[in-house]
């Protein structure tokens, strides 16, 4: 399983944008780029995913570099609700069932 | 839509007692897994089905049975519980194309004393 890094915690005020950086340097050609978060007390929730293009969707953009070995996950306002930890995951699509590896994440801490 | 739902949220169990944990989903998914989840760490997964009457194991199996008669249900059962299984279950879902999201339960939270 490719490996993705992150850093522990970040830190943002509510409704400013927070930039969330992911580091897969390993990445193969047939990697998808997932985020998913985890509020306290519940399972883990679907962000976004992308393979090569910046994605947007109602919750949050993915920028992807040109050479795919990063990757950043943007939240445009920050609200309280979006304390969670957010985790970048690599899930190969070229065969069989591909397991979700769920790295330590980035735990966001959102002020008011 | 319900989505993927578990049953018990909490259960305490005394050591060597087996109990089962539900999980159901109603999105017609190929695809389910079992994960735990240990204080400070992401999750890891220990048995997984990607349809009916299949199934496969993943990284931390051993202690746990799980079996799929059917599309929505994917039991998991402790045979004997060990206080090494205290710990945070979560069940998921994904239809067959990986490059789609994946649903998760709200989670058991289960204690074995």
């Known amino acids: 399983d490719a490996k993705t890094t992150q850093p522990n915690s970040m830190e943002s005020n509510e409704e400013e944008p927070v930039h969330l950086p992911c580091n897969h340097s390993t990445i193969s050609g047939t990697d998808y780029i997932h985020w998913y978060r985890q509020l306290p007390s519940q399972g883990p929730e679907y962000v976004i995913h992308g393979l090569t293009s910046n994605v947007n969707n109602r919750m949050a953009s993915l920028a992807i570099a040109e050479d795919r070995k990063s990757s950043t996950l943007i939240l445009h306002r920050a609200t309280l609700r979006d304390a969670a930890v957010y985790y970048c995951i690599l899930r190969d699509v070229s065969t069989g069932f591909q397991k979700l590896v769920f790295g330590t994440g980035t735990r966001l801490l959102v002020s008011p | 839509n319900a989505g993927v739902t578990q049953t018990p949220k909490f259960q305490v169990l005394k050591t060597g007692q087996s109990m089962t944990l539900q999980c159901a989903q109603d999105?017609?998914?190929?695809?389910m897994s079992w994960y735990r989840q240990d204080p400070g760490m992401g999750l890891r997964l220990i048995h997984y089905?990607?349809?009916?009457?299949?199934?496969d194991q993943g990284e931390v199996p051993n202690g746990y049975n799980v079996s799929r008669s059917t599309t929505e249900d994917f039991p998991l059962r402790l045979l004997s519980a060990a206080p090494s299984q205290t710990s945070v279950y979560f069940c998921?879902?994904?239809?067959?194309?990986?490059?789609?999201?994946?649903?998760f339960g709200q989670g058991t939270r289960l204690t074995v004393v």
């Open positions: 089905s990607v349809g009916a009457g299949i199934t």
């Open positions: 999105m017609n998914h190929e695809y």
């Open positions: 998921a879902s994904s239809r067959k194309t990986a490059a789609t999201e994946a649903f």
